[in-house]
């Protein structure tokens, strides 16, 4: 997908029409909030809860993965936001809107906390929530026209190992810690 971004390669044309099409449907104000979801200030504090559980709970290894991987975000995004420097949908003249940080943020912190209080809740809710409010980020960026559908989707397939690496650290601190 970014060399789609770097050569400007036949997924811009769709990308660019779906945003159009969708772009500012959606009252701004709703679509900020939504976006708002993936802010550091609000995403980050919902993962270092649930790793501060996770550690008391004895699943220190499990809140570390969780933690690596948030850290993991901006190392990744950014570097990639200054190669592409791909302009943003309603400011052409800007860059460095490729890959989403906002969705990134939102996916590592929701879907990690997620993870990390799956054991204790024993219900598929928190992985539910935690994909509803990081698609609810996802969305809200395309609508108010901050991002490009391929930079929200970049970021999800972006954080996807990380998640991977989370669950799997999670699910043998969680057997470790039960047996």
């Not at 990308?15 to 200030?41: F, K, M, Q």
């Amino acid at each position: 997908m970014t060399w789609q971004v770097l050569v400007s390669g036949p997924l811009l044309a769709p990308d660019h029409a779906i945003s159009r099409a969708l772009v500012r449907t959606v009252p701004d104000s709703v679509t900020e909030r939504l976006s708002d979801l993936g802010n550091v200030p609000v995403a980050v504090p919902v993962l270092a809860l649930a790793m501060a559980y996770a550690a008391l709970r004895g699943r220190r290894l499990a809140a570390l993965a969780a933690g690596a991987a948030m850290l993991a975000v901006p190392a990744l995004v950014v570097p990639l936001k200054e190669w592409t420097a791909r302009p943003g949908p309603l400011e052409p003249w800007a860059a460095g809107y490729y890959p989403s940080g906002h969705t990134a943020t939102a996916a590592v912190a929701y879907v990690g906390a997620a993870l990390l209080v799956r054991p204790y809740v024993r219900r598929p809710w928190p992985v539910a929530v935690a994909l509803v409010l990081t698609g609810a980020t996802a969305t809200g960026l395309v609508l108010r026209g901050w991002h490009w559908p391929l930079d929200v989707l970049a970021s999800l397939l972006m954080c996807a190992p990380l998640l991977i690496g989370v669950d799997r650290v999670s699910r043998r601190s969680t057997r470790r810690s039960s047996g």
